[in-house]
């Protein structure tokens, strides 16, 4: 087993990755390689982990909303789509044997755990993977204001910002300006006061007030979960 960097992370995972090249709804093949991403990643590091899945591969809120449709329902509604993916990811990861937990933050008993702060440290130190359900349970608070409240919450040394084929922060758009360059490292306030779209104002503010870092990766590059835990850089480093 490697030397630890961290001894427990929040694993923060889109909804459009589990998507795969469908675009949308859920694809076997990528709930699959994230279990497997997280299997390897545990098994050589040791760290305790915990996951905070998004819902827009099924349901966006904003959309709704766009629509005419009230937008605390909507956000609701997009808090039960991130139950469906979470419920698919620990199907998923059992089926690679690996000791799974659903928590949700809005009651729903017959099918995960309430969010109850002191269980989840308990199965995470029993080295079970937890994976954070239906968000804060609050409307107008993103998946990303989650990842970073369960952060406090867990006591977790770091948050690592899934993304879907993009590998770190970028000065620019990557897709509109292909001299866009990759940011190695960058500070919180920078983020902020370049606008640049890693995660949401509040969730970004949160851990810059209780310095927890958020290393930017992209999933899709086979091991970085492993490499990040084992101390190599990849991606993009926000801290102070």
Same mark, same amino acid.
């Given at each position: @087993? ?8 929040i %694993?923060?995972?889109? /909804? ?27 098994? *050589? ?8 899945? &998004? &819902?827009?591969?099924?349901?966006? /809120?904003?959309d709704a909303?766009?629509?005419? $449709? ?8 997009? @808090?039960?789509a991130t139950?469906i +993916? ?6 998923? $990861? ?19 755990? #309430?969010?109850?702060?002191?269980? *989840?440290?308990?199965? %995470?130190?029993?080295?079970?993977v937890?994976?954070? /359900? ?8 993103t998946?990303?204001t989650?990842? =970073?409240?369960r952060?406090?919450e @867990? ?7 899934a993304?879907?084929?993009?590998? &770190?922060?970028?000065?620019?758009? #990557?897709?509109?300006? #292909? ?6 490292k960058?500070?919180? %306030? ?8 890693? @995660?949401? =104002? ?15 990766f +992209? ?11 084992? /101390? ?9």
């Open positions: @087993m490697a030397k630890q960097r961290f001894k427990r992370v %694993l923060k995972i889109s /909804g459009e990755s589990l998507s795969g090249s469908k675009g949308y709804g859920i694809d076997t093949t990528a709930t699959q390689y994230v279990a497997q991403e997280v299997q390897t990643a545990i098994n *050589a590091s040791g760290v305790q982990l915990a996951i905070v899945v &998004g &819902g827009g591969n099924i349901w966006r /809120g904003g909303e766009s629509q005419g $449709m009230d937008r605390a329902t909507a956000d609701y509604a997009g @808090m039960l139950l +993916n979470a419920l698919s990811l620990q199907d998923a $990861m059992e089926r690679q044997g690996i000791d799974t937990r659903t928590q949700t933050a809005i009651s729903i008993q017959a099918i995960a755990e #309430p969010y109850i702060r002191r269980r *989840a440290i308990r199965h %995470l130190e029993k080295g079970r937890v994976i954070f /359900g239906a968000g804060t349970g609050n409307p107008y608070m998946t990303d989650t990842a =970073s409240l952060a406090l @867990m006591d977790a040394d770091a948050i690592l910002m993304k879907n084929n993009v590998d &770190g922060v970028y000065d620019d758009d #990557p897709n509109k300006n #292909p001299n866009a360059k990759k940011l190695g960058i500070e919180y %306030l920078d983020v902020l006061n370049r606008h640049l779209e890693v @995660m949401d =104002s509040s969730a970004l503010t949160l851990c810059m007030d209780h310095n927890i870092p958020i290393i930017v +992209n999933l899709f590059n086979p091991n970085s979960i492993t490499q990040i835990l084992e /101390g190599k850089v990849l991606g993009t480093l926000i801290s102070n």
